[in-house]
């Protein structure tokens, strides 16, 4: 930013210095991976129920493993069940999270469908990292913040003594009776899918796996968001989508069925578990001896805010062309930065579903 006041520099100066931004953000998502992975271990597919247990419950939404594992730890044995919502959902799929037997399911869906979603949940709720939004007073007194996240006359929790929100959670009347719901898989991390790399490729090479989508990014309320529901239900049935972020709740509960094995619909998992995403293309290209950007993989992005922006400056830092960006270019992309990024990337908006598979299949 302070080099933007140096009327010397040009877009492409300006543009290599975002660049070294994405490539030290690639660093921060490795370190927070290894600190994730060497904590909790590796994710691995599993199934998470979308209904409910009858009984009482804590409703964890935010980012933080950290935060979840101390709820979690904290009210074993009190006949409390814990659900995630929002990006927690991932969470699942680490072992060491996965051992508490009242860790249950995933309730909801994205961050900006809480108020609705929140009102109804007859548990307490705590809030990690961010993502909150206002609070109705209907929920007030039954949500929490920890961290970095906070709202005027919520409870805040400074240290990480999560007894007031155990203490609501057994006042509630938590659920009725059992609910009954679909269940999705998560946990198909750079692990979990080079585990199975031999099958990935041997599909690839007998052309029974034609393309891979990655299809992820942020969510939101604004109109075209439902272009990457649409794009995931019109993908070919040759075709597997990789998912990861909030982005993916316009179609996490989809089924896309398999190839040979290999789930059509792979969640990577949080915003930061890009790292994974890449690590995964970068294996490929290795399999097949080839360059990223010359795999049969498109990108399609959805972008909300900073955190997604700073994730594709990382992509552009390691080269990785053609990706498509929506629902619309953020406002800070020039036609400078926008002539810039289109001449050395080959960065495009999204247009209509029909014309960008056409334009990536042929």
Same mark, same amino acid.
């Given at each position: 930013?302070?080099?933007?006041?140096?009327?010397?520099?040009?877009?492409?100066?300006?543009?290599?210095?975002?660049?070294?931004?994405?490539?030290?953000?690639?660093?921060?998502?490795?370190?927070?991976?290894?600190?994730?992975?060497?904590?909790?271990?590796?994710? /691995?597919?599993?199934?998470?129920?979308?209904?409910?247990?009858?009984?009482?419950?804590?409703?964890?939404?935010?980012?933080?493993?950290?935060?979840?594992?101390?709820?979690?730890?904290?009210?074993?044995?009190?006949?409390?069940?814990?659900?995630?919502?929002?990006?927690?959902?991932?969470?699942?799929?680490?072992?060491?999270?996965?051992?508490?037997?009242?860790?249950?399911?995933?309730?909801?869906?994205?961050? $900006?469908?809480?108020?609705?979603?929140?009102?109804?949940?007859?548990?307490?709720?705590?809030?990690?990292?961010?993502?909150? $939004?206002?609070?109705?007073?209907?929920?007030?007194?039954?949500?929490?913040?920890?961290?970095?996240?906070?709202?005027?006359?919520?409870?805040?929790?400074?240290?990480? #003594?999560?007894?007031?929100?155990?203490?609501?959670?057994?006042?509630?009347?938590?659920?009725?009776?059992?609910?009954?719901?679909?269940? /999705?898989?998560?946990?198909?991390?750079?692990?979990?899918?080079?585990?199975?790399?031999?099958?990935?490729?041997?599909?690839?090479?007998?052309?029974?796996?034609?393309?891979?989508?990655?299809?992820?990014?942020?969510?939101?309320?604004?109109?075209?968001?439902?272009?990457?529901?649409?794009?995931?239900?019109?993908?070919?049935?040759?075709?597997?989508?990789?998912?990861?972020?909030?982005?993916?709740?316009?179609?996490?509960? $989809?089924?896309?069925?398999?190839?040979?094995?290999?789930?059509?619909?792979?969640?990577?998992?949080?915003?930061?578990?890009?790292?994974?995403?890449?690590?995964?293309?970068?294996?490929?290209?290795?399999?097949?001896?080839?360059? /990223? #950007?010359?795999?049969?993989?498109?990108?399609?992005?959805?972008?909300?805010?900073?955190?997604?922006?700073?994730?594709?400056?990382?992509?552009?830092?390691?080269?990785?062309?053609?990706?498509?960006?929506?629902?619309?270019?953020?406002?800070?992309?020039?036609?400078?930065?926008?002539?810039?990024?289109?001449?050395?990337?080959?960065?495009?908006?999204?247009?209509?579903?029909?014309?960008?598979?056409?334009?990536?299949?042929?």
């Amino acid at each position: 930013m302070a080099a933007t006041l140096d009327k010397t520099l040009g877009a492409d100066d300006l543009v290599g210095l975002a660049l070294k931004c994405g490539e030290v953000n690639i660093r921060a998502m490795e370190l927070l991976d290894a600190g994730n992975t060497g904590t909790y271990g590796h994710p /691995v597919p599993t199934a998470v129920p979308l209904g409910a247990k009858a009984g009482k419950a804590i409703l964890v939404s935010g980012h933080d493993l950290k935060d979840l594992e101390e709820i979690l730890k904290q009210s074993d044995g009190k006949g409390i069940n814990v659900y995630t919502h929002g990006e927690m959902l991932p969470c699942h799929g680490y072992p060491e999270l996965k051992k508490y037997s009242h860790f249950h399911g995933h309730y909801g869906t994205t961050w $900006q469908n809480q108020a609705k979603e929140f009102d109804a949940f007859p548990g307490a709720i705590l809030m990690t990292t961010n993502c909150i $939004q206002k609070p109705r007073d209907s929920y007030s007194t039954n949500i929490f913040t920890t961290g970095l996240v906070g709202w005027p006359g919520v409870t805040h929790i400074a240290d990480k #003594n999560f007894t007031p929100v155990i203490e609501k959670a057994l006042e509630l009347p938590g659920f009725a009776e059992d609910v009954d719901g679909k269940s /999705v898989m998560v946990g198909f991390a750079r692990n979990a899918v080079l585990g199975v790399a031999d099958k990935v490729i041997e599909a690839v090479k007998s052309k029974a796996l034609r393309h891979f989508f990655l299809v992820g990014g942020c969510d939101g309320a604004k109109p075209g968001r439902n272009y990457y529901t649409e794009l995931v239900e019109k993908v070919p049935d040759d075709c597997v989508v990789l998912t990861l972020a909030c982005g993916k709740f316009r179609f996490f509960d $989809q089924d896309l069925g398999d190839i040979g094995g290999i789930p059509r619909l792979l969640d990577v998992g949080q915003c930061n578990d890009a790292y994974s995403a890449v690590q995964i293309a970068l294996a490929l290209a290795n399999a097949f001896e080839c360059e /990223v #950007n010359d795999l049969p993989l498109s990108m399609v992005l959805s972008w909300y805010e900073q955190k997604a922006c700073v994730i594709l400056l990382t992509l552009l830092h390691l080269g990785i062309k053609d990706i498509r960006l929506g629902p619309s270019l953020p406002a800070f992309i020039t036609p400078n930065v926008l002539d810039v990024l289109v001449k050395n990337f080959n960065i495009m908006p999204i247009s209509t579903v029909d014309e960008d598979l056409k334009a990536i299949l042929g």
